[in-house]
């Protein structure tokens, strides 16, 4: 077995969802877990209370969202929008202080055409090979400061998807591959209905992407338990850590090597954990 644990936009609201409830539930799974867990983190991290506009900005010091999710143990997270609030350096000084690849394969460097941050990494986990890919919502231009994003460009996520997937299928030969989007559904995931978004959400035309396996998205802050779309398994667990989403996936070794032979999943309550 392994497990996915998704959050997006966790800011510490103690009577909503925070860190320290999300620690608390990771680690029963860990305790209880049959295989492997990785914990995985959607976007929008960096922004989102007073509190961290004086951490960032006035004191200069260490992210505290960044030091709690090194604490917990994130295996990666998805660059987000809100990342750019308090602009690049701060961004910067951040990743270089979390000790997980903040991943997205659509920021490009506007010089060169080449992602600005990591657009994947690859986990080793008893002998499976799990791609994570990271994507952004393009819209950030519309939204962010110029000086903000100075020498980047939003590329499309459906086509960085489609460039890279190759790479973790063929290189990379992951047998398992989950892309961690910082987008919500253009379409609603239940229905298809079209919800007049699409300038910024992506992820009904990212589940499309051959070799997807898993989609955890975020951003629009909805409450979406895990469902399928065309074999994709997708989920986004609400805001400010209230949620976390669980996905067990079963894994089956054979001559073509590993397959999910099946899965289960829901979106867990972050204050439900056993104390």
Same mark, same amino acid.
């Given at each position: 077995?392994?497990?996915?644990?998704?959050?997006?936009?966790?800011?510490?609201?103690?009577?909503?969802?925070?860190?320290?409830?999300?620690? *608390?539930? $990771?680690?029963?799974?860990?305790?209880?877990?049959?295989?492997?867990?990785?914990? @995985?983190?959607?976007?929008?991290?960096?922004q989102?209370?007073?509190?961290?506009?004086?951490?960032?900005?006035?004191?200069?010091?260490?992210?505290?969202?960044?030091?709690?999710?090194?604490?917990?143990? =994130?295996?990666?997270?998805?660059?987000?929008?809100?990342?750019?609030?308090?602009?690049?350096?701060?961004?910067?000084?951040?990743?270089?202080?979390?000790?997980?690849?903040?991943?997205?394969?659509?920021?490009?460097?506007?010089?060169?055409?080449?992602?600005?941050?990591?657009? =994947?990494?690859?986990?080793?986990?008893d002998?499976?090979?799990?791609?994570?890919?990271?994507?952004? *919502?393009?819209?950030?231009?519309?939204?962010?400061?110029?000086e903000? =994003?100075?020498?980047?460009?939003?590329?499309?996520?459906?086509?960085?998807?489609?460039?890279?997937?190759?790479?973790?299928?063929?290189?990379?030969?992951?047998?398992?591959?989950?892309? @961690?989007?910082? *987008?919500g559904?253009?379409?609603?995931?239940?229905?298809?209905?079209?919800?007049?978004?699409?300038?910024?959400? =992506?992820?009904?035309?990212?589940?499309q $992407?051959?070799?997807?396996?898993?989609?955890? *998205?975020?951003?629009?802050?909805?409450?979406?338990?895990?469902?399928?779309?065309?074999?994709?398994? $997708?989920?986004?667990?609400?805001?400010?850590?209230?949620?976390?989403?669980?996905?067990? @996936?079963? @894994?089956?070794?054979?001559?073509?090597?590993?397959?999910?032979?099946?899965?289960?999943?829901?979106?867990l309550?972050?204050?439900?954990?056993?104390?």
């Open positions: 077995h392994g497990q996915v644990l998704p959050v997006d936009d966790t800011r510490g609201d103690a009577h909503k969802g925070s860190l320290a409830q999300v620690a *608390t539930l $990771v680690a029963e799974i860990r305790a209880e877990a049959a295989g492997p867990v990785l914990v @995985l983190d959607s976007g929008d991290a960096l989102g209370t007073p509190f961290e506009q004086f951490a960032h900005v006035r004191w200069g010091e260490p992210s505290p969202m960044i030091a709690a999710m090194n604490r917990i143990g =994130y295996a990666a997270m998805a660059v987000g929008n809100h990342e750019f609030n308090f602009g690049l350096e701060v961004l910067r000084r951040a990743e270089a202080q979390a000790g997980f690849p903040m991943l997205s394969a659509n920021i490009l460097n506007e010089a060169t055409g080449e992602p600005a941050f990591p657009p =994947y990494a690859v986990h080793e986990l002998g499976l090979r799990v791609g994570l890919l990271g994507l952004t *919502t393009p819209n950030i231009p519309g939204w962010e400061l110029p903000h =994003y100075r020498g980047l460009v939003f590329g499309d996520p459906e086509e960085a998807a489609r460039r890279w997937l190759p790479v973790l299928r063929g290189d990379e030969r992951c047998d398992v591959v989950i892309a @961690l989007a910082h *987008t559904f253009e379409r609603d995931p239940a229905s298809g209905e079209p919800s007049g978004t699409a300038h910024e959400d =992506y992820g009904w035309r990212i589940a $992407v051959p070799g997807i396996d898993v989609l955890l *998205t975020g951003h629009t802050h909805r409450d979406i338990p895990p469902l399928t779309i065309g074999g994709v398994i $997708v989920a986004q667990p609400s805001s400010r850590a209230r949620r976390l989403t669980r996905i067990d @996936l079963d @894994l089956e070794h054979g001559d073509a090597g590993w397959r999910i032979a099946g899965w289960q999943g829901e979106n309550e972050t204050g439900t954990a056993a104390t």
